[in-house]
Each structure stands twice: as C-alpha cells, then as structure tokens.
C-alpha cells in the first residue's frame, strides 16, 4: 500500500509526504517525486489529501473494562452539583431493569458547590433500594448503597468502611469485586468491545491494560486478552499488579499473559480520596494518607522480579510512596545488580510528588514514569484540587514533567481512563501547557511520551515511529497547519528552520481544535474509519 499527498510524521524523513507498507510494516516514508517509484509496484494507492499521517498512539494506562462501561453506563463526570448526580442515579436507575448492579463513574465532590460526596440515605433514596457502585473520579473511593453493602459479608468490619461516607482501602476493595462480580460475561465483553472501538476512534494503536487482584479479576483480564487478540482492534498489552515472591509467582503472572507484574501495585492510593500518602499531613486532612507496602515489600518484589526476567512496577503517588518505592529499588539493585535492574525497566505509575531527589533516583535506577499529564489539567493550578488537598506551594511541585525529561527519566503517557478520559491529542497539549510553568514540556517531547514512550515501557525500541522495519501502526489526521511548540521560543523558532530537520506537529494551543482521527491501523489492518471519510 502506498500513502501519498499528506504529510508522514517521521523522523527518517522530517520532509516525507509519502509512505509505503508491506505485510504489516512500513517499507518506505519519502518524498512525493519518490513515491512515483512505487506506485506501479503496489496494490493500492491512498491519496491522502494533504491529511497528516502519524505513529498510533500508546495509551500506557487503562482499565478497560471500567472504561468501556463507563461508556455504556452510568457516568457522573459532568454532574454539576450533588442534586444533579443524585438526580442522574434516579433517572438511570428507572431506566434499567431491575436485578442488575447499577455501576456508574466519574463523581468529584470538589468541583460541586456543596463540597461533600452523597451520604448513603441520599443515595439509597435515589436508587430505591437498588445495589449501586459509584466509584470516586480517582476510583480509590466510592460512595455505595446499603444494599450492595448487603452483599459483602463483613464489610462494616474492614478498614476503610464508613458508616455514612464513601468506602476506602479494604472495604472499597471488597464491594468493587462484588459490583463487578455482578457484571455478567456478555454485558463485560461488549464494554471492552465499546472501550476499545473508542480508543480507535482517536488514534489508539495499543493500550496498556493495568489490572489486579485489587481492581478486577483473571476472568476479566484474561478475557480482554483472548478479545484483543482475536478481533481487529488495538493491541493490549496487560499488567498484572500481583507481588511476586518467587520463580513460581512470576511464571503465574505469565500464565495470565501478563507481560509485567507492574501497573497498580499500589503503594498508596490518590490525594483526591486523601490517601495518597506523604511526609506532611493534608492541608485539609489531620493525616498522612495511606501506605499499603513498605521499601522492604517493594524491594522484595523488585529482587524476585528481576531474577525471573519479569518486568516490575508500581502505582505511586504521595511523595512518602515515592520515597519508598525508590528506596526499596535501590535496595533491590544492591542485592541483584544496578545494571540487571536498569535493563528490566521496572516503572511507576502516576509519580506525581516527585522531589529533586526521587528524579534523580529515577534516572540512576533506569525507571520508567507512566504518568498521566491530564490529571494536571483536571486538578493542577492555583484553584485545583492539588491545592485543596495540599497548599499551592507542594501543589506546584505535582507532575514535573521537564525535570523528568532533563534528568534522561523515559516518559511514557496514558490516561488511567476511566479516570481522566481517552484523549491522546489533549494529553499532548496539558503536558506542553501545563498548569505550572517550569513542568511544561515540547508538544515534540509530549508526542514522543505518548507514542513511542509507550512502546519503550514494555521494553520495545522498534516501534512507536514510522521508519523502515517498524510496525505499521499509524493513524490519519484532518488537522490545519503544522507548527513547532515549544516552552522556550528560541527552541521554537530553531525548531521550524529548514535546517534542524524538525517535523511539525498540529497546533495544540489552548482554544485550538484538535485534530480529528480519519482512521486508524494496527500492524497494517485498518481498525478503524470515520464514517462518511
């Protein structure tokens, strides 16, 4: 196949208009005079119409199944106030048949002018007396009715239960495995179905599936597996966030198809449900969060990883976790090898309180950081809920994503979707307009994160760019004029000179439309088409 008369993204090429693929990988990227070469030799001939052709991107942290029915069910993100949330359970409740647990997602009391989540009378009223899951925007809390609580035996014992307010820790554990356990296998399958259409549908190639004994189950992640490899649609490479003692553990963790005993191993939870844990108390909490392991369960982990050839990695958040997390790494690299650790490329999800400090250890340990540039978006600046939680002074230090990049730290982008949504092209433009100045990185740097920054993350150099050899995923774009952005202008106006050989990237100023995805291929088959294109 030759694709012509566009602009190709490529770094063989800052000038190609043309590109040619041949049994799933691109053969060729050039100019138009070039591609005359090739059009005779082909079976078929794409005129792009100017359109921008780019790597697909790599969404490096998703939970699928919770996406997709975040897509077909219950979803709370745009309720303006706790009236219109409850008055969205009550309609979606009389809605939907009976004798199904209702799942819904997305609630954020700190954008509500009532400031507090529902109590469960208010939320048992709404749902008249259904079993209802609600997962806090964060989904490391969530406000439940009395009768899913009827449904897990022991739960007023757990730690985290709350007699009136949402669940955490344990207790939101035990009630998140009976909602999804409720979840019957067809009414799962059509929301990954749904949720991995719709990473298509923008420009997704491959999606990091992050699962758990704590957040799902091995049906539900083994049976994502089994889908994404026999319909046409993004690849999804899993993690399974399980510790790993031994050669016997980290063999399990493969029999799942896991490629990684990583993702949400949490090390604490998230400053919006206040249990992210750190050094100093919350401005608006008398306590440090919650810690779930410590340097030495982290080091254990990572030891027992790294000997059976097994990626490991961590959900991280607090800078007390992060703390702990490079600590118990750098323990580990003393007992098997700082070089055997660097080339496992153990990563850390999320890495918001990062010091000066920690992002050196970062570099020194070969880390990666899986982190999530629309959570700046959503709750960054001076009015946001960083602020809230912690004061706008460490507020300020959340997600710096330039030190990471200055200190060699690999960067990897996703969305932790459900939690912020699917959306590459905006996760570019919150990373290189970030709320706070000094973090903001090169649209050029941010593309790379979410592209082939992914594709490094599970330890693949060959891919993620749309050079000769590399696999054919890659997506079309309907975007206006290419541009240089950069937070420095004098990197800018350099950048767009002729001769730094420099590819230009869409506009993604604040205000700007994004681009609009025209299709989308995975390994050289089409997995996705906008209609009427």
């Known amino acids: 196949m030759l694709l012509r008369g566009g602009d190709v993204h490529s770094p063989a090429d800052p000038f190609a208009t043309a590109m040619v693929v041949e049994r799933g990988h691109v053969a060729w990227v050039g100019s138009e005079g070039a591609a005359d070469a090739f059009a005779s030799g082909v079976d078929e001939v794409i005129d792009l119409e100017g359109a921008l052709v780019t790597p697909a991107f ?8 919770s996406t997709g029915l975040a897509l077909t069910g219950l979803d709370l993100s745009g309720a303006r106030t706790l009236g219109d949330a409850l008055a969205r359970v009550r309609a979606h409740v009389t809605a939907h048949p009976a004798g199904r647990v209702v799942l819904g997602h997305g609630w954020d009391a700190t954008r509500w002018p009532e400031q507090r989540p529902p109590s469960r009378a208010e939320l048992d009223e709404a749902a008249a007396g259904r079993p ?5 925007i964060d989904v490391h809390s969530a406000a439940v009715t009395t009768a899913l609580l009827d449904l897990v035996p022991g739960v007023t014992a757990m730690a985290g239960y709350h007699p009136e307010g949402p669940l955490t820790g344990a207790a939101h554990h035990a009630v998140r495995a009976a909602a999804h356990g409720a979840v019957a296998p067809a009414q799962r399958a059509e929301a990954q179905r749904a949720a991995l259409r719709h990473a298509a549908s923008l420009g997704i190639g491959t999606v990091h599936e992050c699962g758990g004994p704590d957040i799902s189950d091995e049906e539900d992640f083994t049976g994502l597996l089994k889908l994404a490899a026999e319909q046409p649609g993004p690849r999804v490479f899993g993690y399974w966030a399980q510790q790993v003692a031994d050669e016997k553990d980290a063999r399990r963790i493969r029999e799942l198809g896991a490629v990684g005993a990583a993702g949400d191993l949490f090390v604490d939870g998230s400053l919006g449900s206040h249990t992210a844990c750190l050094r100093e108390p919350y401005a608006d909490a008398p306590h440090t969060g919650t810690a779930h392991l410590d340097a030495g369960q982290i080091a254990a982990h990572v030891t027992a990883c790294t000997e059976a050839g097994l990626q490991a990695g961590f959900h991280a958040i607090g800078d007390a976790a992060l703390t702990a997390v490079v600590d118990g790494i750098r323990t580990a690299a003393e007992k098997v090898g700082l070089a055997r650790v660097r080339a496992a490329r153990h990563r850390v999800e999320h890495a918001e309180m990062l010091t000066p400090e920690t992002v050196a250890a970062f570099a020194e340990l070969g880390l990666t950081a899986s982190v999530q540039p629309a959570f700046d978006a959503a709750w960054g600046g001076e009015e946001g809920m960083y602020a809230q939680r912690l004061g706008a002074g460490r507020a ?9 990049l200055r200190a060699g730290v690999p960067l990897a982008f996703g969305s932790d979707s459900p939690v912020t949504p699917l959306d590459p092209w905006g996760t570019v433009r919150a990373a290189a307009f970030h709320r706070t100045l000094e973090h903001r990185v090169s649209v050029r740097a941010g593309f790379t994160a979410h592209t082939r920054g992914g594709w490094r993350a599970v330890g693949r150099d060959d891919a993620g760019t749309l050079v000769p050899g590399a696999p054919a995923d890659y997506a079309v774009w309907r975007t ?3 541009v240089v952005q950069a937070p420095d202008d004098r990197v800018a106006r350099w950048s767009t000179d002729p001769r730094s050989g420099t590819p230009g990237l869409p506009d993604l100023s604040p205000g700007a439309d994004l681009p609009v995805c025209l299709g989308t291929v995975v390994l050289g088959q089409t997995v996705y088409v906008r209609p009427n294109e």
């Open 58 to 65: 790599t969404d490096a942290h998703v939970h699928t199944t």
């Open 132 to 136: 209802v899951y609600l997962p806090r």
């Open 396 to 404: 300020a230090t959340l997600n710096p994503y330039a030190a990471l």
């Open 480 to 482: 206006d004029e290419l």
